[in-house]
């Protein structure tokens, strides 16, 4: 196991561990993505979360209708408009999701050591016997014995809206099944997981389809978050339905591993997707608990070597109905955090937990913590020693930049950028400081209008790890004469000095093209 750049900075101090943690404009280098729904749409709560530290929505399609996420979205871009914080649309998609079809939405109580029936037959109605399903293939799929696990979406591991059931014989398409715990489920979408079984539905589905090329144009989303991810073929298939589909040739595909099929594809899904999401609710449905934590060590470290950001989800249910984590959670999340992950995803806990703000602002506050010891000294080399030699030149300048910064304590690292890559290289070696990524605009046409790229890459990587976008003026061009760059700069100290990251007597990195030939500069700032 890769598991040495985990150890903290020695030694710690005990007296330091009662210091009060200090707020700044940056909540934590590590993002949060927050999953909007009933609790947190509208516009006060949404405003919230974003001054907290949520910088990625996402908008989950397993339920709701577009016209219901439009609204939100709307919601969103007035938040973002009052608090001046830029915030990134993620799509995230159904996916070979198994359902339980409940069309009348009431309660169903089952009782341990009792069976229950589940069946393809979707006209019929849900009860304590009976459980239509969205799959007619499933008798096919299993066996006496298997487990089969019934929850409420986005279920919080509660065992009494959650309910775990063997399967005792196939009968036709029907599956029955014994009840091993007593449980209510309530709400009107319940998902239902096998044990590592294949199931044989498309991962983008016509729905999912339908939906990226109406709504997700509409919008341009930033990420599309691939549910069920199980090869790599799935990630090239949803980049080909992008390509044709105008601006969506830049959105970035995040692939969802939830199951024993992705993890065993995962090298070959970590080359075609942009970024890796670990969706630890079913993967731990579908690996033994004991062997959660390594396949996350082992996911999260190929991540980081790959210079791809890894998202971790499922950290605080228990805040869904909570004010505060159990201290098992507020461990999990800083270990999160020492394991390298760029991002923590809140589903639950803001789509219908009660606290969605306090959520953010705490976990906000323990990556912040868990920042502060995290080895990056041994990370760096590590990083270092797996890139190998001969380095290519972009990674090259990247490693110096950072090297540079953490000799001589810069307060933050300046880097202009057009298509972010650069930026996101220096945010791969993960400084102790934060990396204004300063997108500079290119002007494009297609004979009819002009446009102005550079928003999309600003945006994405609002869930990069220590990166912080800014975008520059269109007139001052990233390439140029001293004179712009320095104009260009002088922008970037003056964002950064007003968010409190800078101040006088600093020193800054600064990493920029001119002409040709990258440059990596030190600059110490007067009164």
Excluded at 168 to 192: H, P, Q, R, W, Y
Excluded at 420 to 439: D, F, N, W
Excluded at 440 to 463: H, V
């Amino acid at each position: 196991m890769h598991a040495n750049h985990l150890l903290l900075e020695e030694p710690i101090r005990m007296a330091s561990i009662l210091e009060p943690s200090k707020a700044s404009f940056f909540p934590a280098m590590t993002k949060i993505v927050g999953t909007l729904g009933p609790k947190s749409r509208s516009v006060e709560v949404i405003s919230g979360c974003l001054k907290v530290g949520m910088s990625v929505a996402r908008f989950d399609f397993s339920w709701g209708d577009p016209d219901y996420h439009q609204e939100t979205l709307e919601n969103l871009k007035a938040a973002v408009k009052s608090t001046k914080k830029l915030c990134a649309v993620m799509l995230d998609t159904v996916g070979a999701e198994l359902q339980v079809v409940n069309k009348c939405e009431k309660s169903i109580s089952l009782l341990a050591d009792g069976f229950v029936v589940l069946t393809p037959y979707q006209d019929q109605e849900a009860s304590s016997e009976l459980l239509p399903i969205n799959f007619n293939g499933l008798a096919k799929a299993v066996k006496k014995g298997d487990t089969i696990f019934v929850g409420q979406y986005l279920f919080t591991g509660s065992e009494t809206t959650s309910v775990w059931l063997e399967v005792s014989e196939v009968k036709g398409d029907d599956v029955v099944c014994m009840i091993k715990n007593s449980a209510t489920l309530a709400g009107s979408l319940f998902t239902l997981h096998v044990s590592q079984i294949h199931i044989d539905l498309p991962t983008l589905s016509d729905k999912d389809k339908e939906v990226i090329s109406t709504w997700g144009v509409k919008n341009k989303i930033d990420f599309l978050s691939l549910s069920y991810t199980r090869h790599a073929e799935d990630v090239r298939q949803a980049r080909d339905h992008l390509s044709k589909l105008g601006d969506l040739h830049q959105t970035q595909i995040f692939a969802k591993i939830e199951n024993v099929e992705g993890l065993n594809h995962f090298d070959e899904i970590l080359q075609e997707a942009d970024g890796i999401i670990l969706s630890r609710g079913n993967l731990g449905i579908d690996l033994p608990p004991e062997k959660v934590f390594l396949f996350q060590k082992a996911a999260v470290y190929k991540c980081n070597m790959a210079g791809k950001p890894a998202v971790i989800t499922r950290v605080v249910d228990s805040m869904t109905d909570n004010l505060r984590p159990t201290r098992a959670e507020a461990t999990d999340v800083a270990n999160a955090v020492l394991d390298g992950s760029d991002a923590i995803l809140l589903g639950a806990e803001t789509l219908r937990g009660l606290y969605p703000v306090e959520t953010i602002s705490i976990v906000g506050k323990i990556c912040a913590e868990a920042e502060k010891v995290f080895n990056q000294d041994l990370y760096f080399k590590k990083t270092v020693k797996y890139v190998g030699e001969p380095m290519t030149h972009l990674e090259s300048i990247a490693s110096s930049a950072v090297r540079a910064a953490i000799k001589v304590k810069a307060s933050v690292i300046i880097c202009f950028t057009s298509s972010g890559r650069a930026a996101r290289l220096i945010a791969k070696y993960r400084p102790t400081m934060p990396v204004l990524s300063v997108v500079i605009p290119r002007l494009k046409t297609n004979q009819l209008k002009w446009s102005f790229s550079g928003a999309f890459e600003a945006r994405q990587s609002l869930i990069v790890r220590g990166l912080f976008p800014m975008l520059a003026d269109p007139r001052h061009p990233a390439e140029s004469t001293s004179a712009t760059n320095e104009s260009v700069l002088k922008v970037a100290l003056d964002h950064g000095k007003a968010s409190g990251v800078i101040k006088s007597h600093d020193r800054v990195v600064v990493c920029q093209k001119v002409g040709d030939a990258s440059v990596v500069k030190i600059i110490e700032l007067e009164d």
